[in-house]
C-alpha cells in the first residue's frame, strides 16, 4: 500500500485530527492497511506484536466467547472508530476477535509496541488517543446502566435509535439504516434472546414504528426515532 494512500486514510481519522502532515508522514511509515471481508475475522495477536486499530470503512463487529464458548458480542462498530489491544501493553493476551460486517471493510493497524512509542513523541495524538478511549468507556457504562435499568424492548430502541444517529439516511420523515445486522447479533448487543429480538421487531412493525426485511430498517416514526 502506497504512503499516499496511508496518509489519506490517518488524515481523515479523529486521532489525526489537528496533527501535522510531517507527523501524519512520521505514523505512515509504522502504519500497516488491510482490506477485510464480509464475514472474516481476525485476532489482535500477543504481546508487542498485538495490534491497535483504526476502521477507516466499513462495520466490525467485536466479539468475544465465555468459558462455555457461548458467543458475546461487545460493541458494533462503524468507521471512523478504534479498536485491538486499547491498552497497549505488549505483555497483555487480547482475547477478543473482530469480525467484517460490510465487504471491503478497510483498516490500518500499528504493532503496539511502535503505536505505544508515536504516542509518547506525539502529545497531540496521545490526547486524541484517550478521548476516544474515554469515550469507549462512557459508552460501556452507558450500557451497563442500560441492562440494570431498562427492560429488552427499552434496550432495543435505545440501540437502534443510537444505530439511526450514527449510521442512518434520512429521507424525508424517515430514517433508512442497511441492515446488516442479524437478530442474533442486535440480541448479543442488548443481552437478550434471538427470539426475543424477533418478537419485539414484530411488535414495532405491527404497531407502525418501522419496516424491516433482510436488507433494510425503515424508520416511520421521527417522534420516537430522533
Not at 5 to 30: G, T, W
Not at 54 to 81: F, R, V
Request: hydrophobic share 40%; with cysteine; proline share 2%.
Amino acid at each position: 500500500m502506497s504512503d499516499e494512500i496511508k496518509f489519506v486514510y490517518l488524515r481523515n481519522h479523529p486521532l489525526f485530527a489537528n496533527v501535522s502532515e510531517q507527523k501524519i508522514k512520521d505514523a505512515c511509515s509504522l502504519v500497516k492497511v488491510k482490506t477485510i471481508y464480509r464475514g472474516e475475522s481476525f485476532t489482535y495477536g500477543e504481546g508487542n506484536y498485538s495490534k491497535l486499530y483504526l476502521l477507516i470503512k466499513g462495520k466490525i463487529k467485536i466479539t468475544d466467547n465465555d468459558e462455555m464458548d457461548n458467543e458475546l458480542i461487545k460493541d458494533i462498530l462503524t468507521a471512523p472508530d478504534v479498536f485491538g489491544n486499547l491498552s497497549l501493553e505488549g505483555g497483555s493476551s487480547v482475547s477478543e476477535y473482530a469480525e467484517a460486517l460490510t465487504s471491503n471493510t478497510v483498516v490500518c493497524y500499528f504493532d503496539v509496541v511502535d503505536f505505544r512509542k508515536f504516542l509518547q513523541d506525539n502529545p497531540m495524538v496521545a490526547l486524541s488517543y484517550a478521548h476516544i478511549v474515554n469515550n469507549k468507556l462512557r459508552k460501556l457504562e452507558n450500557r451497563h446502566s442500560d441492562l440494570v435499568f431498562h427492560d429488552a424492548k427499552s434496550r432495543l430502541i435505545r440501540f437502534i435509535k443510537t444505530w439511526a444517529s450514527t449510521d442512518g439516511n434520512r429521507i424525508g420523515d424517515k430514517i433508512i439504516l442497511n441492515n446488516y445486522l442479524t437478530h442474533s447479533d442486535i440480541a448479543g448487543v442488548i443481552a437478550t434472546s434471538r427470539q426475543s429480538v424477533n418478537v419485539l421487531f414484530n411488535e414495532l412493525r405491527d404497531a407502525g414504528l418501522l419496516f424491516y426485511n433482510r436488507k433494510k430498517i425503515e424508520l416511520n416514526d421521527p417522534m420516537i426515532w430522533n
